[in-house]
């Protein structure tokens, strides 16, 4: 198994790699055009402020080729929220993979969102055998609008997309690779699409 994870400078890269390891398989970080282009399965993973990250896509113009990507394309937290149409934060345009807004969340609950919450409404076979309701490990300020792509839900503040999928796209607000069990299975069936 092929794995490349994307590699534009931002993205807590190591234990993503550590929970590919886990699972006995190794994940390679690149942003070479033809690397990505050959892997079996994609991270894009995404840690940092939307705009600048999307200002990194462009420069090594990953942005073109992104969406354009064939085989399954996993979107970690910011990663995800990448792949939707735009973002609050930096005023950004994304990669319009997903249809959806990227919104920050109001000043009536603690931001950002740090710690374990209960993802539910679960579809797809990225979630085989994860219960419902099921904890996952969380840190974000902005979050994805519910949108008839969304796979999964959250509530904090109000209930927003979780997971997102869209023919061989798939994206997480939370971080599988910080989620023990649950979070490791992910991993495991993504491997499996």
């Known amino acids: 198994m092929n794995v490349v994870i ?15 390891e886990r699972l006995g398989t190794s994940a390679i ?3 070479d ?5 050959a892997a079996d399965k994609i991270i894009l993973p995404g840690v940092g402020e939307a705009s600048s990250a999307m200002r990194k896509l462009k420069a090594t113009q990953l942005d073109q080729l992104i969406p354009k990507l064939t085989q399954p394309v996993l979107g970690i937290c910011l990663g995800m ?8 934060e ?3 345009n994304g990669l319009k993979i997903f249809d959806t ?3 920050r ?3 009536a609950v603690k931001v950002p969102q740090m710690g374990w919450n209960t993802i539910a409404n679960l579809k797809t076979k990225l979630f085989n055998t994860i219960n419902a309701n099921e904890y996952m490990y969380l840190v974000h300020s902005y979050y994805a609008e ?3 792509d969304a796979i999964a839900f959250t509530e904090y503040d109000l209930k927003y997309a979780s997971a997102l999928n869209k023919d061989n796209f798939y994206g997480v607000q939370f971080h599988p690779e910080k989620s023990g069990i649950a979070g490791e299975q992910l991993l495991k069936n993504f491997l499996q699409l």
Do not use: P
């Open 90 to 92: 930096g005023k950004t």
């Open 6 to 20: 994307i590699d534009y400078g931002v993205g807590n890269i190591k234990s993503i790699q550590f929970a590919f």
């Open 81 to 88: 929220q990448l792949m939707c149409n735009y973002s609050e």
């Open 146 to 148: 519910s949108c008839s």
């Open 101 to 103: 807004q990227v919104k």
């Open 105 to 107: 969340f109001s000043n």
């Open 29 to 31: 970080l690149s942003q």
């Open 33 to 37: 055009v033809q690397t990505i282009l």
